[in-house]
Structure formats: structure tokens, C-alpha cells
Nanobody
Framework: QVQLIESGGGLVQAGGSLRLSCEVS??????????MGWFRQAPGTERECVAAISRITGGSDYADSVKGRFTASINRENGKSTLYLQMSSLKPDDTAVYYC?????????????????WGQGTQVTVSS
């Protein structure tokens, strides 16, 4: 089984920056997880993907609302993978619970139904 543990959320002023981390543990052989993503969900809204990144190619895709402001990356060290989301120029509309997700398929999918594993979420609050 794969476990995803997010960290790095918090309170930040509009215009500020924050970096989220997602530690991947468990049975994470290279044949298992192909793509990782960051999703967010604000109260009363659907969970939406903000970024997806391939563990194989390093290619990435972003929601239009965060392009140019958010950057996803994956670091591999000592057989472990950590997913990051660097968020800059934050806006109050970015306030949400942010979730890390992983999928066994190859495509850079932005639909939540395409993902097989989920973290517990971390709160990001942007004050105006």
C-alpha cells in the first residue's frame, strides 16, 4: 500500500509564498506510481486539480488558475520520493485544503477519479 503525507500548509498573506511537501512511503516501486498530483478543495466546492507531474518524464500540467504562480516538482533521494508544490503570488481564492495524490496510470490526468491514492490534506489559508 502507498501512503502520502502532506505538510507545509499554514496561514500566509496575499502575495506571499508557501511550499507544500508530500512524502511518499510504502510500496512505491517504479512500476507502481507514474503520476502525482496536487488537488485542492475549498468549502462547498468540488475538489480540483491544480498540478500533475510525471515521475517518469518530469512533464507537468497545471490548472489555468495557477499557471505561472505554482510549480510542482519531485525529488528522489535514497529510494524515496517527495512531491513539492511551490506556491507564489498567493491570493485569497487559493484558500483551501490541499491534497497530494498518486496514480498508477501514465497520463497527466487532472480528474480526481483518475487517482488511486490520497493524502489526508493540509490547510492553506491566504489572508487579504
Amino acid at each position: 500500500q502507498v501512503q502520502l503525507i502532506e505538510s507545509g500548509g499554514g496561514l500566509v498573506q496575499a502575495g506571499g509564498s508557501l511550499r507544500l511537501s508530500c512524502e511518499v512511503s510504502g510500496r512505491t516501486s517504479s512500476s507502481s506510481i507514474k503520476v502525482m498530483g496536487w488537488f485542492r478543495q475549498a468549502p462547498g466546492t468540488e475538489r480540483e486539480c491544480v498540478a500533475a507531474i510525471s515521475r517518469i518524464t518530469g512533464g507537468s500540467d497545471y490548472a489555468d488558475s495557477v499557471k505561472g504562480r505554482f510549480t510542482a516538482s519531485i525529488n528522489r533521494e535514497n529510494g524515496k520520493s517527495t512531491l513539492y508544490l511551490q506556491m507564489s503570488s498567493l491570493k485569497p481564492d487559493d484558500t483551501a485544503v490541499y491534497y497530494c495524490a498518486a496514480r498508477r496510470g501514465l497520463g497527466l490526468e487532472l480528474q480526481k477519479t483518475a487517482y488511486d491514492y490520497w493524502g489526508q490534506g493540509t490547510q492553506v489559508t491566504v489572508s487579504s
